[in-house]
């Protein structure tokens, strides 16, 4: 007879990973009620609480999800078309978007009166009017689905290999309202979508829903379920999604170490996964960089801060002279336009090359307010990899290499091996760097180029690094219709086929 967890006290042991334990604490202890899930990440020993309604809420949504996808093959294209237009038709409504505008300025005052960041909360209408292109662009993208990428030919019969959706696809995301838009994009593939959205969004995404996204749904006559989110505030919801064997992919982006959480508790329960955390872009120059040039590709790689903008910045030592005063002035100008002051962090070897004036304490915006410290902080060469989180205080790091080498290493040791930029008019110089810099992304200019819908006219789901490990048949932007699967058919041609070996 099975024996299933109903209880847990302070102090009991936990094995993982085979010969470790962890130990329950007494907050954990407490919490834990009969009928609730205990998540056990096999590679840290972390011990995840999932309470016994949050595990429902997702199952049911998720159940709902794979019920839709089963009828996503009887479903034509025209109505997923349809859903498109009407979702972006009705975001681009005035009165449904003032609802949902309400709901994110409430979301964006509790978040500020908690100290949180709303850099990316805010739903502007820049972000509206993205989100409305995305929608655009899906609706007017041609359909893969059931495509025949390959055809082969026997005597008597042949194969042909189909594109086909690959399921479910479960999505959790940090609080930005536009990719509530983006992660649609997998219905373009036949698949269906669960996600949930951080609990400073909620609101938002939940009138969203009401507002925008249901009403297409039903008018385009899609299954009810092929866009459900998972309506829970509890982290724990994501830990519940991406433990349901019935996701065919598990997809998140947010902070680093939540991505990486969430991604450990999606593998051990054997379901694949496209993981979008760590960012920050890193540009090297060298005495073959125009200066002006360099100046302006800094100053336009820090106009806000996301996944993509630039975060370390490597000079090589014979050309820091000319260029950090270039890179210094182009930090306070992207500071200045903002109306705050910039933030900057420089290894030992670059203290030669800051003036005095960088060195006083300054006003910086954090998520929790203005906070006076020094403008110039030191720190060790193990931390030039750090993604700062900046608000609105434009921050990034320095350091002075004594080659483009140097900073190649430098990078592929340190960076999360993500966006890489070199200024140069030296062609071979860069081709070198090209070659040996460990990055999908590598541009010689502004960072912030750096972005599927941007460049590749793709909506994304997430942009993938190479901090754990090269990705297998595909680019580093995932969107929706780079997620199928491959479905063979053979049609037999005369009656006399057998197999002779």
């Given at each position: 007879?099975?024996?299933?967890?109903?209880?847990?006290?302070?102090?009991?042991?936990?094995?993982?990973?085979?010969?470790?334990l962890?130990?329950?604490?007494?907050?954990?202890?407490?919490?834990?009620?009969?009928?609730?899930?205990?998540?056990?990440?096999?590679?840290?020993?972390?011990?995840?609480?999932?309470?016994?309604?949050?595990?429902?809420?997702?199952?049911?949504?998720?159940?709902?999800?794979?019920?839709?996808?089963?009828?996503?093959?009887s479903?034509?294209?025209?109505?997923?078309?349809?859903?498109?237009?009407?979702?972006?038709?009705?975001?681009?409504?005035?009165?449904?978007?003032?609802?949902?505008?309400?709901?994110?300025?409430?979301?964006?005052?509790?978040?500020?009166?908690?100290?949180?960041?709303?850099?990316?909360?805010?739903?502007?209408?820049?972000?509206?009017?993205?989100?409305?292109?995305?929608?655009?662009?899906?609706?007017?993208t041609?359909?893969?689905?059931?495509?025949?990428?390959?055809?082969?030919?026997?005597?008597?019969?042949?194969?042909?290999?189909?594109?086909?959706?690959?399921g479910?696809?479960?999505?959790?995301?940090?609080?930005?309202?536009?990719?509530?838009?983006?992660?649609?994009?997998?219905?373009?593939?036949?698949?269906?979508?669960?996600?949930?959205?951080?609990?400073?969004?909620?609101?938002?995404?939940?009138?969203?829903?009401?507002?925008?996204?249901?009403?297409?749904?039903?008018?385009?006559?899609?299954?009810?379920?092929?866009?459900?989110?998972?309506n829970?505030?509890?982290?724990?919801?994501?830990?519940?999604?991406?433990?349901?064997?019935?996701?065919?992919?598990?997809?998140?982006?947010?902070?680093?170490?939540?991505?990486?959480?969430?991604?450990?508790?999606?593998?051990?329960?054997?379901?694949?996964?496209?993981?979008?955390?760590?960012?920050g872009?890193?540009?090297?120059?060298?005495?073959?960089?125009?200066?002006?040039?360099?100046?302006?590709?800094?100053?336009?790689?820090?106009?806000?801060?996301v996944?993509?903008?630039?975060?370390?910045?490597?000079?090589?030592?014979?050309a820091?002279?000319?260029?950090?005063?270039e890179?210094?002035?182009?930090?306070?100008?992207?500071?200045?336009?903002?109306?705050?002051?910039?933030?900057?962090?420089?290894?030992?070897?670059?203290?030669?090359?800051?003036?005095?004036?960088?060195?006083?304490?300054?006003?910086?915006?954090?998520?929790?307010?203005?906070?006076?410290?020094?403008?110039?902080?030191?720190?060790?060469?193990?931390?030039?990899?750090?993604?700062?989180?900046?608000?609105n205080?434009?921050?990034?790091?320095?350091?002075?290499?004594?080659?483009?080498?140097?900073?190649?290493?430098?990078?592929?040791?340190?960076?999360?091996?993500?966006?890489?930029?070199?200024?140069?008019?030296?062609?071979?110089?860069?081709?070198?760097?090209?070659?040996?810099?460990?990055?999908?992304?590598?541009?010689?200019?502004?960072?912030?180029?750096?972005?599927?819908?941007?460049?590749?006219?793709?909506?994304?789901?997430?942009?993938?690094?190479?901090?754990?490990?090269r990705?297998?048949?595909?680019?580093?932007?995932?969107?929706?219709?780079?997620?199928?699967t491959?479905?063979?058919?053979?049609?037999?041609?005369?009656?006399?086929?057998?197999?002779?070996?």
């Open positions: 007879m099975d024996k299933k967890l109903d209880s847990l006290t302070a102090g009991m042991r936990i094995p993982y990973g085979g010969n470790n962890a130990i329950v604490s007494k907050e954990l202890a407490s919490e834990f009620e009969n009928g609730d899930r205990l998540i056990v990440i096999q590679t840290t020993g972390d011990l995840l609480h999932v309470p016994a309604e949050v595990w429902k809420i997702s199952t049911t949504t998720v159940e709902r999800a794979h019920d839709a996808f089963l009828e996503m093959g479903v034509d294209d025209h109505a997923i078309t349809q859903f498109f237009k009407l979702f972006a038709d009705y975001l681009s409504d005035e009165e449904r978007f003032s609802a949902i505008k309400h709901s994110n300025d409430e979301d964006v005052r509790v978040a500020k009166s908690k100290g949180r960041s709303t850099t990316r909360l805010v739903l502007s209408e820049k972000m509206r009017e993205d989100m409305v292109a995305g929608l655009r662009l899906w609706e007017n041609p359909s893969q689905r059931g495509s025949a990428i390959e055809e082969i030919s026997h005597d008597g019969w042949k194969v042909k290999l189909i594109t086909a959706g690959l479910v696809i479960g999505f959790i995301f940090e609080g930005r309202p536009n990719v509530f838009a983006d992660a649609t994009g997998v219905l373009r593939s036949g698949n269906t979508v669960v996600f949930r959205i951080g609990s400073d969004a909620l609101l938002t995404a939940n009138a969203i829903v009401e507002h925008a996204l249901d009403p297409a749904l039903k008018e385009s006559g899609l299954p009810i379920g092929s866009v459900s989110l998972i829970s505030a509890e982290r724990s919801a994501g830990y519940a999604m991406f433990s349901d064997q019935r996701l065919a992919l598990a997809v998140a982006r947010g902070s680093g170490p939540a991505v990486a959480q969430l991604g450990a508790v999606a593998k051990q329960s054997g379901i694949p996964v496209s993981l979008h955390g760590t960012g872009a890193w540009l090297v120059g060298s005495s073959n960089s125009d200066p002006e040039m360099f100046k302006s590709v800094i100053y336009h790689s820090l106009d806000r801060k996944c993509n903008t630039l975060n370390t910045c490597c000079i090589t030592k014979e820091a002279s000319v260029l950090v005063p890179f210094l002035a182009a930090l306070t100008e992207a500071a200045e336009v903002r109306g705050a002051n910039a933030k900057l962090h420089i290894t030992e070897s670059a203290d030669p090359f800051i003036p005095d004036i960088w060195r006083s304490n300054v006003a910086i915006e954090r998520a929790e307010g203005e906070v006076f410290e020094p403008q110039t902080e030191e720190i060790k060469i193990a931390e030039i990899g750090v993604e700062w989180e900046w608000e205080s434009p921050e990034v790091t320095l350091v002075v290499v004594e080659s483009v080498s140097e900073a190649i290493t430098l990078c592929n040791s340190y960076s999360p091996q993500f966006v890489a930029s070199m200024v140069t008019e030296d062609d071979s110089e860069f081709e070198a760097f090209f070659d040996g810099i460990n990055a999908p992304f590598v541009g010689n200019g502004f960072t912030r180029w750096v972005d599927g819908q941007y460049a590749l006219n793709r909506p994304e789901l997430g942009l993938s690094n190479w901090q754990y490990g990705l297998f048949g595909r680019g580093g932007v995932l969107s929706g219709d780079s997620i199928f491959i479905r063979t058919l053979a049609s037999q041609e005369t009656s006399e086929i057998t197999r002779r070996s």
